[in-house]
């Protein structure tokens, strides 16, 4: 069977899709435009509208939830700039991966108060392609290194399958 040809991609931002926040620290209302909302999957009225902060971080995908509200809050209390990856629901269980910066501004005595910022959806770019053989190839090595022996016996079926030869013989990968 021929081998086919898959492509790798690399992640880099959409200036098309921007959307820009401003979040009332003291009132907890979080407003974004309509380029926002589409990438969480809200209501553009709700967000220019003003919505609690809340809202949007049950968007986050849960894997990333902690972390991101971690970074927004050391960047309120530090000042300092905030930059992330994380996935957000656009809708429909649907994750978006959007690169975020942000800022957290303070009045005169010092109280933050206002955090602003813009995100742009993440898309892919092709990087380079490579064959899913050789993709196949390095998820087996990777399964053998880490002790996946079933999952390196499925590997090695599905390499036997992309090739008209035998895949390498399935052995436990000891490290010096």
């Not at 994750?95 to 303070?106: A, H, K, P, V």
Request: aromatic residues 8%; charged residues 20%.
């Amino acid at each position: 069977m021929a081998s086919e040809t898959v492509l790798i991609q690399q992640s880099q931002p959409s200036s098309l899709d921007s959307g820009v926040f401003t979040w009332d620290i003291s009132t907890d209302q979080f407003f974004a435009d309509s380029a926002f909302a589409r990438v969480f999957g809200l209501d553009p009225v709700d967000t220019m509208a003003g919505l609690p902060m809340e809202r949007y971080l049950n968007r986050v995908h849960p894997e990333d939830k902690a972390r991101v509200a971690k970074a927004v809050h050391d960047a309120v209390v530090s000042g300092h700039p905030c930059q992330q990856n994380y996935r957000v629901e656009s809708g429909n269980d649907f994750y978006t991966e959007i690169m975020s910066f942000g800022r957290c501004f303070r009045n005169t005595d010092g109280t933050p108060a206002q955090y602003a910022g813009i995100v742009f959806p993440v898309v892919p770019v092709v990087q380079e392609s490579v064959t899913l053989q050789d993709l196949c190839g390095q998820a087996h090595r990777a399964a053998l290194k880490s002790g996946r022996l079933d999952i390196a016996r499925t590997l090695r079926d599905v390499l036997e399958d992309l090739s008209d030869e035998p895949a390498p013989a399935l052995r436990q990968h000891h490290p010096h």
